[in-house]
T-cell receptor, first 120, second 116 residues
């Protein structure tokens, strides 16, 4: 199956600093990637849809200036949490579907292992 | 709007007994539905998916789910629980985007506990 990686797997930072999280599709190209946030013992909430070569689409209530998304290549999307605060501490997960033109399916997504962010 | 409701936050079973995890959906069109499993410190794994083909869907590890339109349900079952089945299970519905891709809406999750 397709593999999606995330880096780093965990990060601890001080309040007010920025943190960048990478999401890579290792063996396929992904024109679209998704970013989710999962608070402890809660469900996954979609934050934004990352589109290669264009602006990301953010879900209602997600601050686009705080969570910067860059999808600069067909295998890499980055999420930058700017001026992080303790309430941003969470588990961030990305996913990507394989384009149907390349044998994938619009409705099947492959998930990364997640990045645990702790803001002190 | 597309949504799913998982009726139980926790389900406890004994090893070897049947598993039933309940999920009801709300959709304005024929939905695509999924069950994902999340083991501690591991990534999400797709168990099975329904995309308007057969209403009884078989997945990995002996799990299956039945799509019942009349009841707007998509319950997950397994005949005999194994200790390794202990995990968090998410019922998921997809929402079509203009690009053709689909974003996922997750239920609140059901934690399955399996006792010896």
């Amino acid at each position: 199956g397709a593999v999606v990686s995330q880096h780093p797997s965990w990060v601890i930072c001080k309040s007010g600093t920025s943190v960048k999280i990478e999401c890579r599709s290792l063996d396929f190209q992904a024109t679209t990637m998704f970013w989710y946030r999962q608070f402890p013992k809660q469900s996954l909430m979609l934050m934004a849809t990352s589109n290669e070569g264009s602006k990301a689409t953010y879900e209602q209530g997600v601050e686009k200036d705080k969570f910067l998304i860059n999808h600069a290549s067909l295998t890499l999307s980055t999420l930058t949490v700017t001026s992080a605060h303790p309430e941003d501490s969470s588990f961030y997960i990305c996913s990507a579907p394989i384009n149907p033109q390349r044998g994938g399916s619009y409705n099947e997504q492959f998930f990364g292992p997640g990045t645990r962010l702790t803001v002190l | 709007a597309q949504s799913v409701t998982q009726l139980d936050s926790h389900v406890s079973v004994s090893e070897g007994t049947p598993v039933l995890l309940r999920c009801n959906y709300s959709s304005s069109y024929s939905p695509s539905l999924f069950w994902y499993v999340q083991h501690p410190n591991k990534g999400l794994q797709l168990l099975l998916k329904y995309t308007s083909a057969a209403t009884l869907v078989k997945g990995i590890n002996g799990f299956e789910a039945e799509f019942k339109k009349s009841e707007t349900s998509f319950h997950l079952t397994k005949p005999s629980a194994h200790m390794s089945d202990a995990a968090e299970y998410f019922c998921v519905v997809s929402v079509r985007l203009n690009t053709g891709f689909q974003k996922l809406v997750f239920g609140t999750g059901t934690r399955l506990l399996v006792s010896p």
